[in-house]
């Protein structure tokens, strides 16, 4: 179940008369009981739905805890990858458009489909059912021949009309009288070459029902509206014309299949990412739960349609919304079409996680999330717009401005913060008053800035260095360094120079350090002592030759392996400590850039990234038996001494995301320590608990 999907569900106004009319009509009356809706009733609801699932952060407002909490366990659990994926059947369907060229070469066609279909048991023991669009001039010759090899017929283009004046066209009847028990409608060339509009591709849609066939319904957005943002305005807009006069009962029994086709990837050889196709179509499906109820939404078969070739179906069929194809031109080629029907269902290789957009903020460069357990909010920074955001994961983000480029935002006792600035160095900030104290310069006199820093187990700070010119001078200067808690003074702990710290992050028993200087796209794994320096380098990963982009920041789970975003490869990685992937979490951005666990029981993954296609925040339920464990705060309760000029922090705003957010997490339980003692700060431990309260560091 998607995270929209639920979200959508969450948010329903709970009004069933009219959509439980719809449903339950008898076949004779379903298109009276339809039209009778499809006012300001189905006009108002699918309109919602396009409003509320096409930003994951539109909710409710809670006025209590108790509606909170159930708020908070649906959406957290529709972050789990859909369970409901399992009664659909996928359906491969091949559009030969106004292809190939001669009877003969179509006959030639089909019966080379026909026999791959009836091969190795036949369509009926494969992992999909088969359909075939032939052309008008074709279908009742293909359909003989297709006859008895369980591969279905279907017309591209009908007519609503049963018959009458309408030259050149082809109506239902026509169609189903050679063997058509399908029918295509709203293909986007139709759409764009023929002037169809949604009303009329509505028109269709019904037609194609009261001929007891099934509808194929396309959408899908052009190359500039997928740029600016517009996917699913468009495809809402092009289900609601679509759809308008189809009952519930009818997507329940497979009577409506929906084919998203970017337009920007038909015949042009592109083809929009798993994770974007993904995306895409949990918003589809979202959208008819919200509009006609979880049973249609778990049923309806949703297919991509853009370029879909016999080297990329496996890793679109792995995506959980996707349940089929429709294919272009690789459907006039036999062999390859046979490939992509008989795709492999388990092609094995890391388990695929699919994230999904939580907060649309549109940064420049996210980076550096940490999950404050104790205060139960997630803090990350916009680096180049000098932002530090939090998010509570109910209210709106709220965005701090400086005036300095932020490199990271860690923990400190008391509710307080560490961050990285440009010119400032290491600073103390409390995000209650806005005050700040800096603490200690970093490097000073080179060119560089603090950049990936986490807190490491016993309550010090670790952070490394960022050439600020590094891809100009290709120049490494700077260090990885150590503020011991309680003080203010760095200690240098790397032997060697840098030039793009990243992937800092500790195992639970804070004995090995996990980092990376990013342009060697390896990742080493140290033995680590909180008094010493870092010893005992080996390489624990090693980004692929053929893998674009470069390690970037990262967070240990609670097994002791690291979650790696991959900037440029559209994905995180989970490196086990033999150096091997075990998980992927695909996104549908091209540079991810940091990640780490919150949410309730920590079992949420937050992904940041960065622009252009990026920038908004991220986020995916872990796998069953993984989660993250607390962070630690920077030992250090001292009250923050602001100096003159300094207490003012600039601009805080918090950003609409058009409503506010179902929070994803409540505070969830850890097991017992027995220290009274914290032993990194001295707090008094007034109750049972495995972290200090304070500083977070672990519990003797």
């Not at 006609?292 to 990329?312: C, H, L, N, T, W």
């Not at 357990?373 to 920074?381: A, D, E, T, Y």
């Not at 392996?561 to 995180?572: E, R």
């Not at 069953?624 to 601009?651: K, L, Q, T, Y």
Request: charged letters at 20%.
């Amino acid at each position: 179940m998607s995270m929209s999907a639920t979200l959508a569900l969450a948010l329903s106004t709970g009004s069933s008369g009219p959509l439980d009319a719809r449903r339950a009509a008898p076949l004779g009356s379903r298109r009276a009981v339809a039209v009778t809706h499809t006012g300001a009733w189905f006009t108002n609801k699918a309109r919602a739905a396009r409003r509320t699932v096409s930003t994951v952060t539109r909710a409710a407002t809670f006025q209590n805890a108790a509606s909170k909490a159930q708020a908070v366990a649906r959406l957290e659990s529709s972050l789990a990858p859909p369970a409901a994926a399992a009664v659909r059947r996928p359906l491969m369907a091949g559009n030969w458009k106004m292809n190939p060229k001669t009877l003969a070469e179509a006959e030639t066609l089909a019966a080379l489909v026909a026999a791959a279909a009836k091969a190795d048991g036949g369509v009926a023991k494969s992992n999909a059912d088969v359909l075939v669009c032939a052309p008008a001039a074709f279908l009742a010759p293909v359909g003989k021949i297709l006859a008895g090899s369980g591969v279905s017929l279907g017309v591209q283009n009908i007519y609503h009309a049963k018959d009458g004046a309408f030259t050149g066209e082809t109506s239902l009847t026509m169609a189903k009288s050679v063997g058509c028990t399908f029918a295509l409608v709203g293909h986007s060339e139709r759409r764009q070459l023929f002037g169809e509009t949604d009303a009329l591709v509505g028109l269709k849609t019904r037609a194609v029902l009261d001929a007891q066939m099934t509808a194929v319904v396309c959408v899908g957005e052009s190359k500039e509206q997928y740029e600016t943002g517009l996917v699913r305005d468009v495809c809402g807009a092009q289900l609601a014309g679509a759809l308008e006069n189809v009952t519930a009962v009818e997507i329940e029994n497979g009577r409506v299949v929906i084919a998203y086709e970017p337009v920007w990837a038909i015949g042009t050889g592109l083809t929009a990412t798993p994770a974007i196709a993904q995306s895409v179509h949990a918003f589809i499906r979202g959208w008819v739960r919200e509009v006609f109820g979880d049973k249609s939404a778990e049923r309806v078969v949703i297919q991509y349609g853009g370029s879909v070739k016999p080297d990329s179906v496996d890793e679109l069929m792995r995506c959980p919304d996707v349940d089929g194809c429709l294919v272009g031109g690789a459907s006039l080629q036999a062999d390859a079409f046979a490939r992509i029907f008989g795709f492999n269902a388990n092609p094995g290789g890391p388990l695929k996680l699919w994230a999904e957009e939580v907060a649309p903020v549109k940064n420049e460069l996210g980076e550096s999330p940490v999950w404050d357990s104790v205060g139960q909010q997630l803090h990350w920074i916009d680096a180049p717009g000098k932002a530090l955001w939090s998010w509570d994961l109910v209210h709106d983000p709220v965005k701090r401005e400086f005036g300095e480029t932020l490199g990271f935002v860690a923990l400190r006792a008391n509710g307080t913060l560490l961050l990285g600035l440009s010119e400032s160095g290491i600073v103390a900030h409390d995000p209650k008053t806005n005050a700040k104290e800096i603490l200690t310069q970093f490097e000073p006199g080179l060119n560089t800035r603090p950049n990936d820093a986490r807190v490491d187990r016993f309550g010090n700070l670790v952070v490394g260095s960022y050439n600020n010119n590094w891809r100009g001078d290709a120049e490494s200067i700077g260090s990885v360094w150590r503020m011991s808690a309680g003080t203010r003074f760095l200690s240098e702990i790397l032997d060697y120079k840098i030039r793009c710290s990243n992937t800092t992050c500790f195992t639970p028993d804070g004995k090995s350090m996990f980092f990376c200087d990013s342009p060697t796209r390896r990742v080493y794994v140290f033995d680590y002592d909180p008094r010493g320096g870092l010893t005992n380098r080996r390489v624990l990963y090693e980004l692929p030759s053929d893998t674009d982009g470069s390690p970037d920041g990262a967070q240990c789970d609670e097994t002791g392996c690291p979650w790696i975003a991959i900037s440029g490869a559209s994905k995180v990685v989970r490196v086990g400590m033999d150096g091997l992937v075990t998980h992927e979490i695909e996104l549908p951005v091209k540079s991810p850039t940091s990640v780490t666990f919150g949410g309730r029981d920590l079992c949420t993954i937050f992904v940041t990234t960065r622009g252009p296609d990026g920038g908004g925040l991220y986020a995916v339920k872990a796998p069953p038996g993984i989660c993250g464990v607390p962070e630690v705060a920077f030992g250090d309760v001292s009250a923050i001494m602001p100096r003159a000029g300094d207490v003012s922090m600039g601009h805080m705003s918090s950003i609409s995301l058009g409503g506010v957010m179902a929070g994803l997490g409540v505070r969830g339980t850890v097991s017992s320590g027995t220290g009274k003692f914290c032993a990194a700060c001295g707090t008094n431990h007034a109750a049972p608990g495995k972290f200090c309260v304070e500083c977070g560091a672990p519990r003797a």
